[in-house]
């Protein structure tokens, strides 16, 4: 998976304290620490800022945010909310962090695009509108 923005250098990104712990106790997990998506949410972990929740910007997509983002390709918007694996359902747009697309999106800002390989081989580029709802922003640091 590349998480690369139109520049071609690496995008920023920001993480919440409490996302990372929640994150890092996940794939500490037996079962997926030889995932491959485990392996390559791991790498973005480890580049990200890592900020107190109260102080992540609205606009970046964290744990739980609900996202508008647009297909570059084709123009088509998404609406997507980044979950934990068990709390993910394709039909209601939850996308699961270990997904490609999420582990992608986490800690991208507003404007920021990201490319990644599809099932197939098809290259497909996301660039982030909106974020519509982020707990830290709404201060809901429970969920």
Same mark, same amino acid.
């Given at each position: 998976?590349?998480?690369? /923005?139109?520049?071609?250098?690496? %995008?920023?990104? +920001?993480?919440?304290?409490?996302? *990372?712990? $929640?994150? #890092?106790? @996940?794939?500490?997990? /037996?079962?997926?620490?030889?995932? %491959?998506?485990? +392996?390559?949410?791991?790498?973005? *972990?480890? $580049?990200? #800022?890592? @900020?107190?929740?109260?102080?992540?910007?609205?606009?970046?997509?964290?744990?739980?945010?609900?996202?508008?983002?647009?297909?570059?390709?084709?123009?088509?918007?998404?609406?997507?909310?980044?979950?934990?694996?068990?709390?993910?359902?394709?039909?209601?747009?939850?996308?699961?962090?270990?997904?490609?697309?999420?582990?992608?999106?986490?800690?991208?800002?507003?404007?920021?695009?990201?490319?990644?390989?599809?099932?197939?081989?098809?290259?497909?580029?996301?660039?982030?509108?909106?974020?519509?709802?982020?707990?830290?922003?709404?201060?809901?640091?429970?969920?």
């Amino acid at each position: 998976m590349s998480n690369q /923005p139109t520049s071609g250098l690496p %995008p920023s990104l +920001i993480i919440s304290s409490r996302d *990372l712990a $929640r994150l #890092e106790a @996940l794939l500490d997990s /037996p079962v997926l620490s030889r995932h %491959p998506a485990a +392996i390559a949410l791991m790498d973005e *972990l480890n $580049r990200a #800022e890592v @900020l107190p929740p109260e102080r992540v910007p609205a606009d970046v997509v964290t744990m739980h945010s609900r996202v508008e983002c647009e297909d570059i390709a084709t123009g088509e918007d998404h609406v997507l909310t980044l979950v934990y694996p068990n709390e993910a359902d394709v039909e209601k747009g939850r996308v699961s962090v270990l997904a490609p697309v999420g582990s992608a999106l986490l800690g991208l800002s507003v404007g920021q695009s990201i490319e990644w390989e599809a099932p197939g081989g098809r290259t497909l580029k996301l660039r982030v509108r909106s974020v519509r709802y982020q707990p830290e922003a709404a201060g809901d640091f429970h969920r």
